[in-house]
């Protein structure tokens, strides 16, 4: 038998959020603002007092916080550090934000 963990269509869910990525970082972090081609931001799970370290390529979903060495490779990843969840919680609270059903 399969396993709900592994029926979670990760892919699926990171091309529903890229489809509306500004929307999703306007929301989760609401100081920010786009750079080109790149959204800046504070990070919210740190005590960060300027823009700049904090940034999500709007193309690709990558993001990293250059001050403490952080990074993720797409938005499901991005819902997890935000949150402090696992990646199987992120993925499913992005889908179920998105309208979109994440078990196949």
């Not at 029926?7 to 920010?32: E, K």
């Not at 740190?46 to 938005?75: H, M, T, Y």
Request: glycine residues 8%.
């Amino acid at each position: 038998m399969t396993s709900r963990r592994e029926r979670v269509d990760f892919d699926r869910i990171n091309r529903a959020a890229m489809a509306n990525l500004l929307a999703i970082l306007a929301r989760w972090l609401p100081d920010g603002s786009r750079k080109g081609n790149e959204w800046v931001a504070r990070n919210p799970r740190r005590p960060d007092r300027n823009r700049g370290s904090f940034k999500v390529n709007l193309n690709n979903g990558k993001w990293a916080d250059f001050a403490i060495s952080v990074r993720g490779g797409d938005p499901v990843s991005l819902a997890a550090y935000l949150s402090g969840c696992s990646q199987i919680e992120a993925a499913r609270a992005l889908a179920a934000m998105l309208g979109i059903p994440c078990d196949e």
